[in-house]
């Protein structure tokens, strides 16, 4: 089954101890991404990757890290979370980065709540 | 810098035509616009996608103006199964950044 994994769903943590979310998709997808998605503020993207090794700034990059090693998988780190980045977050996929942007595809989430 | 608005939320009834519009007067030229939906406590999900006038498939039409400064969304006789989160999708010009609006928040009353 074509999918987007991510772990964990929920995680409860507490300031400035590093975390990692990892994403991994099944679909040989060239362009993955992460948003975080805040009341009123709709989805945000954070960082997007057009293929291995290939990475770039989205719109609220501040306090995330992410790496593309390898093509499946594409983690999100936060090195150290502070409170203002509790929030739900999603990873997606698509086949191609580009013109037309290809549908996204879309993990199920985590929420992360950092106190 | 590309941006889209949506209304917040909107109320409708089963059975009728619902009409979601999105405005990104900055949609880069040769950018496509994409809407998804999303269901509380799942990721969103692609409906439609389309460049210009019109674009129908089996869940919901697209209109296109030929301006393409704006998109409207329609959900042909709704049920309480399309209470969701409807959201509208531009790509920055010059870059791979995608800019989702704030979404659109459906209810659909028996």
């Not at chain 1, 150290?80 to 929030?87: D, G």
């Amino acid at each position: 089954e074509a999918q987007v994994t991510q772990n964990p769903r929920y995680l409860i943590t507490v300031t400035g101890k590093k975390l990692t979310v990892t994403c991994s998709q099944n679909m040989n997808h060239e362009y993955m991404s992460w948003y975080r998605q805040d009341p009123g503020l709709g989805l945000r993207q954070i960082y997007y990757s057009m293929n291995v090794e290939v990475t770039d700034k989205g719109d609220v990059p501040e306090g995330y890290k992410v790496s593309r090693k390898e093509k499946r998988n594409f983690p999100l780190i936060l090195e150290s979370p502070s409170p203002n980045q509790t929030s739900l977050y999603f990873c997606a996929s698509s086949l191609a980065s580009g013109t037309p942007h290809q549908p996204q595809h879309f993990g199920d989430g985590t929420r992360l709540s950092i106190l | 810098l590309a941006k889209t608005t949506q209304p917040i939320s909107m109320d409708s009834y089963e059975g009728q035509e619902v009409n979601i519009t999105c405005s990104h007067n900055n949609i880069a030229t040769n950018d496509y616009i994409t809407w998804y939906q999303q269901f509380p406590s799942q990721g969103p999900r692609f409906i439609i996608q389309g460049y210009k006038t019109k674009v129908t498939n089996e869940v919901a039409s697209l209109f296109i103006p030929a301006d393409r400064k704006s998109s409207t969304l329609s959900l042909p006789r709704v049920s309480l199964s399309d209470t969701a989160v409807y959201y509208c999708l531009v790509g920055e010009a010059h870059t791979d950044k995608l800019i989702f609006g704030t979404g659109t928040r459906l209810q659909v009353f028996p």
